[in-house]
């Protein structure tokens, strides 16, 4: 939904010794993400077929989203080397890292449990690749860590940094289908 004026509000508060930027990636990190992205847009799929009580905890993932901050700072003490948080979908997101840090990113897909969004897109009709890779809204974290970095509890590793430039995604369910690439309808802030 889209208003006629623009209103920004920012609050920023805490302590930090240094900033992660999206800058810090290196080839040999892992990609790593705090939770399952594209739940929020099956959530809200969901709402729109009214179908809400067929998977309340996927539509409980659009209706009462939370920012983990625990998880955040857990990847901050593991060492993150880039960190963002994934508002505009995996594919927009992943790619400001590759850009900013000047490397190439693989993303695997099989190392995450998409089962439950899978049931749902069968239930809906509608491929779950594009919530996973081109939703936002999702209230997650992905960073890079140094490879040697243990993963904080419910972080997932979803793939590596690499030479060269971009971003490649793979994954047995997405390579049986037809490859969805970042487009214009990936979310752009004060776009008409």
Not at 16 to 33: F, H, M, N, W
Not at 121 to 143: N, R, Y
């Amino acid at each position: 939904m889209r208003g006629e004026k623009i209103t920004i509000a920012i609050t920023a508060l805490g302590n930090t010794s240094e900033p992660i930027y999206r800058s810090g990636a290196k080839v040999g990190d892992q990609l790593v993400i705090s939770g399952l992205p594209g739940a929020s847009a099956a959530g809200l799929a969901l709402l729109k077929a009214d179908k809400r009580e067929l998977f309340p905890e996927i539509v409980n993932a659009h209706l009462q989203p939370s920012v983990d901050g625990k998880r955040a700072h857990a990847l901050i003490s593991a060492g993150a080397t880039a960190m963002c948080d994934l508002s505009d979908g995996l594919l927009v997101d992943v790619t400001r890292i590759s850009e900013a840090s000047g490397v190439g990113i693989k993303i695997n897909l099989d190392h995450l449990n998409l089962s439950s969004l899978i049931e749902v897109g069968t239930t809906l009709a509608v491929d779950p690749m594009s919530w996973v890779l081109t939703s936002g809204e999702e209230h997650l974290f992905i960073a890079t860590l140094p490879p040697s970095s243990a993963l904080p509890e419910g972080v997932l590793r979803i793939g590596e940094v690499i030479h060269g430039s971009g971003v490649e995604v793979s994954g047995e369910f997405l390579d049986a289908r037809t490859r969805i690439e970042s487009t214009s309808k990936d979310w752009q802030h004060f776009e008409k």
